[in-house]
């Protein structure tokens, strides 16, 4: 009993199985015969499916037509006196379909639809012609060639072959009435009428309408449906735009913070010798205050000049203190500044760090040149490709150890060269020192975005030009162009 139980169980996963590959099969054969044989290649959409109606119906012609062809051919051999169509109509009937098919195939389906339209109108005119305008077939064709024109071709085709079509059949008509024609009319017990014709036209030009309203409904669906998928297409294009827009705006805000702990970080590497320098200003302007308070009154000639020394000193710290704020602050007001007292306050902010690494700096040039901007980007801008250089010397050995800033005019613009002589940078990285997070350096000597921050301040902040000369072994040259402008 288990056995034939378990044999049952076999036979209909067997079935089963059987249905199911049958079924796949099937599809796959449906899915190669679509793309092969009816699938448009219009690329228009609301041409793609009056060229799949087309494929349809020459498809269908073909398959009858070869049927007839097959049955003459038979009949004409099997029986002696065979009385059907003949085999060679059949055959011409079958290539005409073949060529039209192949025309719709490449890409002439309009031609293809127009031939087909005029074919059907053709024969079916000839069989009122023989056998009577009221035959039935014949009306019912003449109603399918309207429909055809409207859905192939377009609705005004469609008017066009009803009023032919009304025409040949009232003519027709008139022609049968007067005995000018003489159809077999064995098929037929009663006599044609003029009003016959008349509500023949009439139903021709329903189905005209129809056909009309039908196509008017399918174009405005179509539009609908493209007008549609348009505004999509703009949503998506607008929500793309709005996500790289807020991605950007992320990616500025994420900088600027980067930026900010950059800063920070420079003002440490830079705040020991800064309090070096405070610390003995400012002990030398006590000595100076200690040293006046203590003078007597025959001594009042040298306690003036030590109070001049001790204001001196003061003025030299509140320079101090505002360059220091200048590093730790990000100030955007616009105004008037001299390129020289900013580059000026930069060395007296790195004067205690130039004095350890034995680095001079040489200042050349015009230094009179004023401009109007944010004065605190153009000291980022020197103070960070200076500090660059720094760090090439600090980790090498040259035997010249300076830096050269050049500040000049040329057609309008500032142009600063900033040239040290610490080792240069080889060729092939040459086009990536700009690029955000590339460092040559470890981590523990910055974060790669030094001088990309010079580059974004150069060309968004200044609208100027930066660029690099670079000889491998010998040193590197920052040409800066920014254009002079005054406050208005």
């Keep these: 009993m288990p056995y034939k139980t378990i044999n049952e169980q076999s036979i209909k996963d067997r079935v089963i199985g059987a249905r199911i590959f049958f079924k796949r099969l099937f599809a796959k ?24 109606i087309l494929n349809v119906i020459l498809i269908s012609s073909i398959v009858l037509s070869g049927i007839f062809s097959f049955l003459a051919f038979f009949g004409s051999i099997t029986e002696s006196h065979y009385s059907g169509i003949p085999i060679g109509t059949a055959t011409i009937v079958f290539g005409f379909f073949l060529i039209l098919y192949l025309l719709s195939r490449n890409k ?22 023989r056998w009577g305008v009221e035959l039935p077939q014949g009306l019912i064709t003449y109603a399918l060639i309207i429909v055809i024109a409207g859905i192939l071709v377009s609705a005004r085709f469609a008017f066009e072959m009803t009023f032919v079509i009304s ?9 049968q009435i007067s005995n000018i024609t003489h ?18 036209a009439i139903t021709f030009m329903i189905i005209s309408v129809v056909s009309w309203l039908y196509n008017r409904e399918i174009a405005s669906s179509l539009k609908r449906a493209i007008r549609s998928e348009e505004e999509l297409k703009k949503e998506r294009d607008m929500l793309e735009i709005r996500v790289r827009e807020r991605t950007e705006e992320l990616e500025k805000i994420q900088a600027e913070k980067m930026n900010q702990a950059a800063r920070f970080i420079e003002f440490g590497k830079i705040s020991s010798g800064l309090f070096h ?16 308070s203590d003078s007597s009154q025959q001594e009042l000639v040298q306690i003036k000049e030590q109070l001049r020394q001790a204001n001196e000193t003061k003025d030299v710290l509140m320079d101090y203190i505002d360059a220091a704020k ?8 616009d105004s008037m500044f001299s390129m020289k007292k900013e580059i000026l306050s930069i060395i007296k902010i790195l004067g205690y760090k130039l004095k350890i690494e034995n680095v001079e700096i040489n200042l050349a040039g015009e ?12 000291n980022q801008i020197i103070i960070n490709i200076v500090l660059n250089a720094l760090d ?11 830096i050269n800033i050049n500040l000049n005019k040329s057609d309008g613009n500032a142009v600063t060269i900033i040239e040290d002589w610490a080792g240069g940078i080889p060729e092939e990285i040459k086009d990536k020192i700009f690029e955000p997070f590339f460092t040559t350096k470890g981590p523990e000597k910055g974060a790669g975005i030094g001088l990309t921050t010079v580059k974004n301040i150069v060309e968004e902040e200044f609208g100027g030009t930066i660029r690099l000369e670079s000889v491998l072994g010998q040193g590197c040259k920052f040409i800066i162009e920014i254009p002079i402008r005054n406050e208005s």
């Design 29 to 52: 054969v449906a899915r190669f015969s679509y793309k092969k044989l009816l699938e448009s290649k219009a690329v228009r959409e609301e041409q793609r499916g009056k060229e799949f």
């Design 108 to 129: 002439l389906f309009m031609i293809s639809s127009y031939l087909l339209v005029l074919t059907f109108f053709l024969f079916t005119t000839y069989t009122v012609y």
């Design 167 to 175: 025409s040949v059949v009232i003519i027709l008509t008139y022609f």
């Design 183 to 200: 159809p077999k009319l064995y098929w037929k017990p009663e006599a044609l009428m003029m009003n016959d014709a008349v509500e023949f």
């Design 277 to 292: 320098d405070l610390i003995n200003h400012m002990t030398f302007l006590f000595f100076n205050i200690e040293k006046a």
């Design 326 to 333: 200048k590093q730790i602050q990000n100030q955007k007001s």
């Design 367 to 378: 230094f009179d040149i004023v401009t109007y901007g944010n004065p605190i980007k153009f």
């Design 392 to 402: 090439a010397y600090e980790s090498g050995e040259q035997k010249e150890r300076s």
